[in-house]
């Protein structure tokens, strides 16, 4: 069984936009979470990670941890066409863990 | 800033022959090493995990006769895919982490099996 799942599997959003990822833990034990950004050719980029309840705001980006419920999510505000790509939750054990479980990534479409 | 580099970018084997992958992080040193597998579908697999001062840890259905790591100093991994098959085919990605905390990631390898 997939430990993190993420959902949509895809995304269409217009340029401007609000576009909301989701993402749940099965495993109590994996709580910690990041997002990555991976585009095409490259490999993932840290966007930003969150251990504590509530919401993290770092500029576009606004993560959102609900720990009772191991669920996690990424809202992206006026969304820009360089926001298209593959997004991806991970979790781990622990804050300072090098083991991430990925989910199965959410692909992002921007559009003009 | 934090860069990782991975060489080769793409690499082409044959079936039943070996290949080996390098990671450099450049500007920091790397407390750990991890490195996963990204299939054509774009799932992930983590493969193992290379930690300063301890023992490489391999993830179930990975081996350390299938691939053996070396992780000679904080900056350097380096990786071989041995007797690759159609399977194992894929993006392999480096991780490199950052004061136990962040992990940094470099482009990968593309591992194509003829």
Known sequence: ?112 | GALVYQYPRRTICKSGTSMRMECQAVGFQATSVAWYRQSPQKTFELIALSTVNSAIKYEQNFTQEKFPISHPNLSFSSMTVLNAYLEDRGLYLCGAVLGGYEQYFGPGTRLTVL
Not at chain 1, 26 to 41: A, C, I, P
Not at chain 1, 49 to 54: L, Q
């Open chain 1, 1 to 112: 069984q997939q430990k993190v799942q993420q959902s949509p599997e895809s995304l269409s959003v217009p340029e401007g936009g609000m576009a909301s990822l989701n993402c749940t833990s099965s495993d109590r034990n994996f709580q910690y979470f990041w997002w990555y950004r991976q585009h095409s050719g490259e490999g993932p980029k840290a966007l930003m990670s969150i251990f504590s309840d509530g919401d993290k705001k770092e500029g576009r980006f606004t993560a959102h941890l609900n720990k009772a419920s191991l669920h996690v999510s990424l809202h992206i505000r006026d969304s820009q066409p360089s926001d298209s790509a593959l997004y991806f939750c991970a979790a781990s054990e622990g804050y300072n863990q090098g083991k991430l479980i990925f989910g199965q990534g959410t692909k992002l479409s921007i559009k003009p």
